[in-house]
C-alpha cells in the first residue's frame, strides 16, 4: 500500500479554509480524496467543550490537533489525498510534522486575506448558534497569523482572490513541489 498526501490549509476564520479544501478535494488530481473539516471535531465534544478561542482551551485544541491529524494520518496510509482545513498555526503543527517522520507527504498551505476582508468574509457567514464568532476574535486570531515566523514562506495573499483562483493557485503549487514540510516552500 502506498500512502497520499496531506495538504494542510490553515489560517484564521474566514480566510476561505473550508470552502478551498472542498473545491481541491472535489476535483484534484488522485481518484482518493477525502476533505477533513477539523471545526466538526470540536462539534464532537459533547460535555466539557470550551470555545476554541478561549485562553483556557489550549489542552482541548491539542487534544483535537491530535485527533485530526490521527484521522489524516490513516486516509493518508489508505491512499487518499487529505485536504485539512483548520486554525493550524505553527503553534498546532507538532503532531502534524510527526506524520513527515514517519514517511508521509505533509504540506502547509496559510491563507491570509488581508485583515478588513478577513473580517467581513468571517462575519457574513453563518454563525453556530451555541458560540458565534465575535469580531474580535476574528481580529485576534487574524493577528496570530499575521507573523509566522519561519513559516512565512507557506502564506498566501489571497484578498483579491475568489476561493476558485485561491484553490486553483494552492493546486499549481502543490503539482510543482511547493509548501512541503520537508523545507520545501
Not at 7 to 28: D, F, N, Q, W, Y
Not at 76 to 93: I, K, R, S
Not at 139 to 150: A, I, K, N, P, Y
Amino acid at each position: 500500500m502506498g500512502t497520499g498526501r496531506i495538504v494542510l490549509i490553515s489560517g484564521p476564520c474566514g480566510s476561505g479554509k473550508t470552502t478551498v479544501s472542498r473545491m481541491l478535494a472535489e476535483s484534484g488530481d488522485s481518484p482518493l480524496a477525502v476533505h477533513i473539516h477539523t471545526d466538526d471535531f470540536y462539534q464532537y465534544i459533547r460535555r466539557g467543550y470550551i470555545p476554541p478561542w478561549r485562553e483556557d482551551s489550549g489542552d482541548q485544541n491539542e487534544t483535537v490537533v491530535r485527533a485530526a491529524a490521527a484521522c489524516g494520518e490513516q486516509y493518508a496510509l489508505g491512499e487518499y489525498e487529505v485536504y485539512v482545513d483548520g486554525v493550524v498555526g505553527p503553534w498546532f503543527l507538532g503532531p502534524w510534522k510527526r506524520l513527515t517522520e514517519k514517511g508521509l507527504d505533509l504540506r502547509y498551505v496559510v491563507l491570509r486575506p488581508g485583515l478588513e476582508a478577513t473580517v467581513d468574509r468571517a462575519m457574513g457567514r453563518d454563525q453556530q448558534e451555541e458560540s458565534p464568532l465575535k469580531e474580535e476574535n476574528v481580529r485576534q486570531m487574524w493577528e496570530m497569523f499575521s507573523s509566522l515566523g519561519g513559516y512565512e514562506a507557506f502564506a498566501l495573499d489571497t484578498t483579491e482572490q475568489t476561493a476558485a483562483e485561491s484553490a486553483r493557485l494552492i493546486r499549481e503549487r502543490i503539482r510543482a513541489g511547493l509548501h512541503g514540510m520537508d523545507g520545501r516552500c
